[in-house]
C-alpha cells in the first residue's frame, strides 16, 4: 500500500465513524489488501441476522481512473441522506402498522 491508498483508507474509516456516531446505523469497513479494495456496507437500521445491507460501496484503490474513486466517494457521502431517508421511511411503516393494530384490537372490543 502506497502513501495514497493508506490516506484514502483512513479517510474512509474516519467518514463512516462520523456517519455511524450521526445515523446510529451499523456499518461495516473490510479492508482486501490483496486486491487493493475498501469495501463499506451499511445496515441503516442495524444489523440483523439473515439480512443484507442497505447499501454498499466499494473502492478500488488501485484504480488509475480517479473518477471511480471519486464515485465512489460521493456515493459514501449520498449514503448518509439515503440511511436517514430509509430510517424515517421503516419509522413510518412501523407507525403504521401499529395504527393498524390499534384499529383491528379497537374493532375487536367493540365486538365483544
Excluded at 37 to 52: E, F, L, P, R, Y
Excluded at 60 to 86: Q, R, V
Amino acid at each position: 500500500m502506497n502513501k495514497c491508498q493508506e490516506e484514502i483508507l483512513t479517510f474512509v474509516v474516519e467518514m463512516v465513524a462520523e456517519m455511524e456516531r450521526e445515523t446510529g446505523a451499523d456499518i461495516f469497513v473490510n479492508y482486501s489488501p490483496h486486491v487493493s479494495c475498501i469495501s463499506v456496507s451499511i445496515h441503516a437500521n442495524k444489523w440483523k441476522s439473515g439480512h443484507g445491507s442497505d447499501f454498499d460501496v466499494t473502492f478500488y484503490l488501485d484504480s488509475k481512473d480517479y473518477d471511480d474513486i471519486s464515485e465512489s466517494f460521493l456515493s459514501l457521502e449520498n449514503a448518509k441522506g439515503l440511511i436517514e431517508k430509509h430510517q424515517q421511511d421503516t419509522a413510518l411503516r412501523k407507525q403504521k402498522a401499529i395504527r393498524e393494530l390499534e384499529e383491528q384490537l379497537q374493532r375487536l372490543k367493540e365486538e365483544q
